[in-house]
């Protein structure tokens, strides 16, 4: 059975960083698309970012380009969001995901975490 366990959201002041991490058991991970979203109250899931196979393509959502960085270490499974300069407009549920493609779009991903709650305070 796949699992995604998020990790690493808190409350931050605005102007701080967090970094997210996202663990993932079950399948081979190196062989997926891996990709964060975020929904906040009353609010759609969006996309945040996502990053390829092998780690070397890497996409933004124009809201946290520049910001956001996004990375993966195949040998831990794992996935990590770095976030800098964080606004309180970031404050939402991030959620990680895995597909075999992937995308800026949630039906393109078949499994999902439990997502990790990221509170920024003015």
């Known amino acids: 059975q796949v699992q995604l366990v998020e990790s690493g959201g808190r409350l931050v002041q605005a102007g701080g960083s967090l970094r997210l991490s996202c663990a993932v058991s079950?399948?081979?991970?190196?062989?997926?698309?891996m990709g964060w979203f975020r929904q906040a109250p009353g609010k759609e899931r969006e996309f945040v970012a996502r990053?390829?196979?092998?780690?070397?393509?890497?996409w933004y959502a124009d809201s946290v380009k520049g910001r956001f960085t996004i990375s993966r270490d195949n040998a831990k499974n794992t996935v990590y969001l770095q976030m800098n300069t964080l606004k309180p407009e970031d404050t939402a549920v991030y959620y990680c995901?895995?597909?075999?493609?992937?995308?800026?779009?949630?039906?393109?991903?078949?499994?999902w975490g439990q997502g990790t709650q990221v509170t920024v305070s003015s």
């Open positions: 079950g399948r081979t991970f190196s062989n997926y698309v």
């Open positions: 990053i390829s196979w092998g780690g070397t393509n890497t």
């Open positions: 995901a895995a597909g075999q493609w992937g995308g800026p779009v949630a039906t393109k991903y078949d499994d």
